[in-house]
Every structure is written in C-alpha cells, then in structure tokens.
C-alpha cells in the first residue's frame, strides 16, 4: 500500500467510494475543492483503499473501504498524517460506533460532544490525536 496526494483525476473513485462510506452525500465539487487541502489516499495496484482530507487541524474525512476495513488502512493515513501535523481534529457522528471504537483503540483523546453538529441535526463526538501518540497506537 501506499499513500499518494490525490489529483484530479482520482476525484470520480474518491467519490464513489465516498458515496458507499458516508452518512451524508458530498460532490464531485466538494472533492475537487478539497484538492487544495491535505488530501491523501491510500492505493494498493492503483485501486484506492481510503482517503484522508484534513483542513487546517481539522480531519475532515477519513474513509476506507468497506472490504479493507480492519486492516490498517485508517491507521496507515493518520500515522502518515501525523507526520505533517503536530495535532488533528475530528468530529464523528455519535451514531458511528465502529469508527468510536477506531478512534478509542488508536489513542485518539476523547474532548467532548459537540450537539448538533451535523446537517442533519446529530451530535457528534470531538477527538484529538497528537503526533507524539504515535508509538502507542494499537
């Protein structure tokens, strides 16, 4: 596996894994927009994996796909991304248990509920990650 800055032309995969992934519908704009920004994926034989957009400190989105779940691919991007930041952000809709139990397994500091965080009224929970957790994630 490897970890590559997303261009352009990757935006139609990245989207279409993002519309088998996520709650909430984003568009192709919204990627291409988001190109800009701290923007990796994780590909393996050019298929991608995952994906990781970070604006600011802010972990925006942090995708895999769903049969490569559970095998290091989230991990393998924050690590990579904690190689550029001292600290990241993110907000995870309370309903999304598995990714709680990813970010509680990993050292990511649970700071608190932010209520109504989401479009569609949901609250969400804020983690954190530092860059020197590192040498204890699971």
């Given at each position: 596996?490897?970890?590559?800055?997303?261009?352009?032309?990757?935006i139609?995969?990245?989207?279409a894994?993002a519309?088998?992934?996520?709650?909430?519908?984003?568009?192709?704009?919204?990627?291409?927009?988001?190109?800009?920004?701290?923007?990796?994926?994780?590909?393996?034989?050019?298929?991608?994996?995952?994906?990781?957009?970070?604006?600011?400190?802010?972990?925006l989105?942090?995708?895999?796909e769903?049969?490569?779940?559970?095998?290091?691919?989230?991990?393998s991007?924050?690590?990579?991304?904690?190689?550029?930041?001292?600290?990241?952000?993110?907000?995870?809709?309370?309903?999304?248990?598995?990714?709680?139990?990813?970010?509680?397994?990993?050292?990511?500091?649970?700071?608190?509920?932010a209520?109504?965080?989401?479009?569609?009224?949901?609250?969400?929970?804020?983690?954190?990650?530092?860059?020197?957790?590192?040498?204890?994630?699971?």
């Amino acid at each position: 596996m490897e970890i590559v800055k997303a261009q352009l032309e990757d935006i139609k995969a990245v989207k279409a894994l993002a519309d088998i992934s996520l709650k909430a519908a984003h568009s192709v704009e919204y990627f291409e927009q988001k190109l800009g920004c701290f923007f990796y994926l994780a590909k393996e034989k050019d298929k991608i994996l995952g994906f990781i957009i970070i604006d600011g400190l802010t972990v925006l989105l942090l995708v895999v796909e769903p049969g490569t779940r559970r095998q290091g691919v989230a991990s393998s991007m924050v690590d990579f991304a904690l190689k550029q930041f001292q600290q990241i952000f993110l907000k995870v809709r309370e309903s999304n248990k598995a990714a709680i139990d990813f970010y509680r397994k990993t050292n990511w500091a649970y700071k608190g509920t932010a209520p109504h965080a989401f479009r569609n009224g949901e609250a969400g929970l804020i983690f954190t990650k530092k860059a020197q957790n590192l040498n204890t994630s699971a």
